[in-house]
C-alpha cells in the first residue's frame, strides 16, 4: 500500500506564493503519475495538476496554469505544488493523488492540508 501526507498549507496574502508538499511511504515504486486536487469550501473536488511518473509531463487546469507548478523528487518520493500570485479563490483544502501503475485511477489519496488566501 501506498501513503500520502499533504504538508506545507496555512494563510497566505493574496499575491503571495506557497510551497505544498507531499510525501508518499510505502510501495512507492508502485506509483505512476501524481495529481494535486483542491476543494474549495462548499464546492466539489477541483482538479488543479498531474505530473508523470517521470515529471517530464505536466497537466494543469486551464484556470491555473503559469500560476501553479508541479514538480516531483522521487529520490525523496515527493511531489510538490509551488503556488504563486496567490487569489482569495485558491483557499481550499489541497489534496494529493497517486495513480498506481496499470491503472487508470488515483488510487491513492491524502488526508489534504489547507490553504488560506486572504484579501
Known amino acids: 500500500q501506498v501513503e500520502l501526507v499533504e504538508s506545507g498549507g496555512g494563510l497566505v496574502e493574496a499575491g503571495g506564493s506557497l510551497m505544498l508538499s507531499c510525501v508518499a511511504s510505502?510501495?512507492?515504486?508502485?506509483?505512476?503519475?501524481m495529481a494535486w486536487f483542491r476543494q474549495a469550501p462548499g464546492k466539489g473536488r477541483e482538479f488543479v495538476g498531474r505530473i508523470s511518473r517521470s515529471g517530464r509531463e505536466e497537466n494543469y487546469a486551464v484556470s491555473l496554469a503559469g500560476r501553479f507548478t508541479i514538480s516531483r523528487d522521487n529520490s525523496k518520493d515527493t511531489m510538490y505544488l509551488h503556488m504563486n500570485t496567490l487569489k482569495p479563490d485558491d483557499t481550499g483544502v489541497y489534496y494529493c493523488a497517486a495513480q498506481g501503475r496499470g491503472s487508470g485511477e488515483y488510487s491513492y489519496w491524502g488526508r489534504g492540508t489547507a490553504v488560506t488566501v486572504s484579501s
Open positions: 510505502g510501495r512507492t515504486s508502485s506509483i505512476a503519475s
